[in-house]
């Protein structure tokens, strides 16, 4: 019988799975937040997990390395904002969808006083600005490896397609242009 692992990083079998490009797409939403004068960017993803984390920390140390990177769970949101975050980073719909619904309550305005993006897979409208696959591109390239078996297994990365809702802005702290009138490259200032 054929098995194909979903949306879940296999850690102890190996087998075929396809997984949403999570190193990709928070490289690509860390690099917009940090580019947009966001200084404090929080991950939020599940206890144990820092995959979302370490991706905005690499994107940091290549556009902001003074930027300071937490992680918290969605129920900690309110705590990460009173710590001056102004950017969170979901690594799950669900995650987004929790982390807006408490910014709605405590009437934190998005995204004026903090930017808020997501990663995943979501149909129809996500909750917020990010990179999502739909479950029809993820349910057709599983499909595509169990009809097709290859002798070793093999993992398919989803890029994710850009979705803007609006949560994405700028902190008003800082001018992103002038960010990037002193990036460096190999040692030169371009």
């Known amino acids: 019988m054929n098995v ?7 850690k102890t079998y ?8 999570i190193p990709l797409c928070v490289s690509r939403l860390g690099r917009d937040l940090l580019l947009a004068g966001h200084r404090r960017l929080a991950a939020v993803e599940t206890p144990g997990s820092d995959s979302i984390a370490f991706g905005i920390r690499q994107a940091a140390a290549r556009y902001a390395p003074d930027s300071v990177i937490d992680s918290c769970a969605p129920a900690e949101v309110g705590t990460m904002i009173e710590h001056g975050v102004t950017a969170f980073v979901c690594g799950s719909t669900r995650a987004a969808q929790q ?6 309550r405590a009437k934190v305005s998005v995204p004026k006083q903090v930017s808020l993006t997501a990663i995943g897979t979501f149909d129809g409208a996500p909750p917020c600005s990010g ?8 349910v057709e390239t599983a499909v595509e490896l169990l009809k097709a ?6 993992v398919i990365w989803l890029a994710g397609e850009f979705q803007d809702q609006g949560t994405i802005g700028p902190t008003g702290t800082a001018n992103p242009f ?4 002193n990036v460096r ?6």
């Open 4 to 10: 194909v692992a979903v949306n879940r990083e296999l």
């Open 14 to 21: 190996s087998m075929p799975a396809v997984m949403v490009d």
């Open 99 to 104: 982390v807006k619904g408490f910014l709605e």
């Open 131 to 138: 990179y999502y696959c739909t479950s029809r591109q993820v």
């Open 149 to 154: 078996p290859v002798g070793r297994p093999a």
């Open 178 to 181: 002038e960010e990037l009138a």
């Open 185 to 190: 490259v190999n040692g030169i200032v371009v």
